[in-house]
């Protein structure tokens, strides 16, 4: 498998104030992503993971290190990798057609406006919103927008799609509609997902892989989680399955304690060798030894 996303020793800094030393938010961040992995950061709030998901998307920039992203370095923003953010940015004056039809237009520009709207519908099809292509923002609920959003990143077919807590701002219901939308979409197309999320089980039924941070400031990437559920899992009964509890109650721990005491109590921890782990994998053994099964997060 080649490494589609290599994020590779990146810092972020941003200069002190006065007389004061630059803060460092995170550093030596080494983390990777094959083509077609559904990938997801969990940590606590300011511990920079919008930060690297807006360096991956190219609104921002490392101090340090370097991003591929299949095969070349990336920089500045590119169609090629499509963001959901958490407020959906509607354009409000167009409906849910003109919406996607939108982002359609810029990224083939030399389209004829019949097969911009052929292509856009089947994308809002795709979300759930045959019918409602001629509503405006201002006549959608939050999760019906939050869809608009969806099928505009995935209309432009981008390499990568990043998402900053997309369904946080929704009722559970919804939540879990679209958490099905987006893992059914994602798995029929391949497509290669970088998500940041607060939700432990939203995490747990997205992910192939679940990279964990440490708390910021300086804050590193402790473990990767290769999550051991099977491909077919369905949302409703994830917590039935044998291995469901022993990895949410190892990412509940981490961010309970672990994520503030990870630095202090694993001083040899490199940075370019995090250890990927499968809680449950292999029930009844020591947790903590029998659970490491290689060291190759980093390069
Ligand atoms: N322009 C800036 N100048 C100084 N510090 C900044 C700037 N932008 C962000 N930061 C700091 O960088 C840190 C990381 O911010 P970031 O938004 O990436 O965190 P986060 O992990 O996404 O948090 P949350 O879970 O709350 O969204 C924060 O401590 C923030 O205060
Ligand atoms: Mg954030």
Redesign the pocket.
Known sequence: MTRFISIEGIARR?PGKGASSD?T?FEDLWLSLDRGEFGCVI?????????VLNILAGLDAPSEGTVIVDGKAIAGTSLDRAVIFQSHALLPWRSVLGNVAYAVASRWPAWPAARVKDHARKFIALVGLAGAEHKRPSELSGGMKQRVGIARALSIEPKILLMD?PFSALDALTRGTLQDEVRRICIETGQTSFM?T?DVDEAIFLADKIFLMTN??GAVLAEVIRNPLPKGRARADLHRHPDYYPVRNHIVDFLVTRSRTFRAATPGHNPRQVPVIAPGAERGEDPAPAHRLAAVAGL
């Open positions: 941003y803060t938010i940590g606590h709030s300011g511990c920079g993971k919008t930060t807590e940041i607060h910021g400031p």
